[in-house]
C-alpha cells in the first residue's frame, strides 16, 4: 500500500469491554511501533516489533494491553477490560528499520465511556 | 529516562518570517533525531531525520541540525507560509530502539 493505515479510525466503547485496534504497516517494513496521544500530551511508546525477534513491551502501561504481529507484517493492538483513561488517538509506525525514518498511519481514537 | 523538552510550546509569527523551533534531549546517547509535523486530527508526517553522526540535514524550506553533546536540535523554517501552521514534534531515536517524544511547539503563521 501507499502508507501505513490502521482500522478503525475512530472506536467508541463502554468502560470493561474490550478493544483490538489494527495496523497495516507499509509493505517491506520489518519495524512497527505503537503508540498513544493523549490529550494535550506528547506521544507515549507502547511496544515495538522488530522483524521476528522478540517485541520490546517495555512501554505497555498495564497487563490490560497486548499486541501481535502476525507473519511479520499486520499488527494488532488489544486492551482488554478498557478504562476511561485509556481514551486517547492510538497511533502505529513503520520503518526500514529502527534507524530509519518513522512513516506514521492517521491513528485510531478511541474513548472509553 | 530520556527526556525530551521542546520550547516555546506555541508560536505565533506573521507570513514571510523565518523561525527556529527548539529540542533538547538529557540523554546523548542516540541513533538519531527525527522532526515531524502533525496537522489537527491527523497523523504526524516525517519532515527531516538527523543520524547521530550527522551535523544537520536540509529540505526545501527547513533545516534541521543537531548537537548532540549538548543534547540539542533545532528546526529552522525559512520564508514562514500559512501553510506551515501545525504542530512540531521532534522524536529522539534511544540506543535500545525507543523513541521519545517532546510534547511539541504549535506552530500558527499569520497570512
Known amino acids: 500500500g501507499a502508507g501505513v493505515s490502521q482500522s478503525p479510525s475512530n472506536k467508541v466503547t463502554e468502560k470493561g469491554k474490550d478493544v483490538e485496534l489494527r495496523c497495516d504497516p507499509i509493505s517491506g517494513h520489518t519495524a512497527l511501533y505503537w503508540y498513544r496521544q493523549s490529550l494535550g500530551q506528547g506521544l507515549e511508546f507502547l511496544i515495538y516489533f522488530q522483524g521476528n525477534s522478540a517485541p520490546d513491551k517495555s512501554g505497555l502501561p498495564s497487563d490490560r494491553f497486548s499486541a501481535e504481529r502476525t507473519g511479520g507484517s499486520v499488527s494488532t493492538l488489544t486492551i482488554q477490560r478498557t478504562q476511561q483513561e485509556d481514551s486517547a488517538v492510538y497511533l502505529c509506525?513503520?520503518?526500514?528499520?529502527?534507524?530509519?525514518?518513522?512513516?506514521f498511519g492517521p491513528g485510531t481514537r478511541l474513548l472509553v465511556l | 529516562k530520556q527526556e525530551v523538552t521542546q520550547i516555546p510550546a506555541a508560536l505565533s509569527v506573521p507570513e514571510g518570517e523565518n523561525l527556529v523551533l527548539n529540542c533538547s534531549f538529557t540523554?546523548?546517547?542516540?541513533?538519531?533525531l527525527q522532526w515531524f509535523r502533525q496537522d489537527p486530527g491527523k497523523g504526524l508526517t516525517s519532515l527531516l531525520l538527523?543520524?547521530?553522526?550527522?551535523r544537520e540535514q536540509t529540505s526545501g524550506r527547513l533545516n534541521a541540525s543537531l548537537d548532540k553533546s549538548s543534547g540539542r536540535s533545532t528546526l529552522y523554517i525559512a520564508a514562514s507560509q500559512p501553510g506551515d501552521s501545525a504542530t512540531y514534534l521532534c522524536a529522539v531515536n534511544q540506543l535500545g530502539n525507543q523513541f521519545y517524544f517532546g510534547t511539541g511547539t504549535s506552530l500558527t503563521v499569520i497570512p
Open positions: 538527523i543520524q547521530s553522526s550527522q
Open positions: 540523554d546523548s546517547a542516540i541513533y538519531n
Open positions: 509506525a513503520s520503518s526500514l528499520s529502527h534507524t530509519q525514518t518513522q512513516y
